[in-house]
Nanobody, 120 residues
Framework: VQLQASGGGLVQAGGSLRLSCSASGSIFNFPAMGWYRQAPGKQRDLVSFITIGGNSDYADSVKGRFTISRDNAKNTVYLQMNRLKPEDTAVYYC???????????????WGQGTLVTVSS
């Protein structure tokens, strides 16, 4: 399956963006879908994930500001990002996960990601 993240851009601190992750196949094939981000010089981290049953969880750094959702009919996962901060600046990726917990491993379906830049 191919995953394509989109929706990034330049936004001022306090602003909002909605990222989309479009899958070439059914996202029902995977226990969960995740959004990740990688800031310059840092490792890629899991930001949020949503299970096939619709349960979701978030990293503490984004909890209360980001909302993950999925449209199974469109095979698309979204990340609504509100009250953005400069430290949210990163390339954001989506991927499929092999399980429904934070320690679950990822499939290797990384796409190019989408750049989010938050100016102060």
């Amino acid at each position: 399956v191919q995953l394509q993240a989109s929706g990034g851009g330049l936004v001022q601190a306090g602003g909002s963006l909605r990222l989309s992750c479009s899958a070439s196949g059914s996202i029902f094939n995977f226990p969960a879908m995740g959004w990740y981000r990688q800031a310059p010089g840092k490792q890629r981290d899991l930001v949020s994930f949503i299970t096939i049953g619709g349960n979701s969880d978030y990293a503490d750094s984004v909890k209360g500001r980001f909302t993950i959702s999925r449209d199974n009919a469109k095979n698309t996962v979204y990340l609504q990002m509100n009250r953005l901060k400069p430290e949210d600046t990163a390339v954001y990726y989506c991927n499929a996960r092999r399980g429904t917990g934070w320690s679950s491993r990822d499939y290797n379906y990384w796409g190019q990601g989408t750049l989010v830049t938050v100016s102060s």
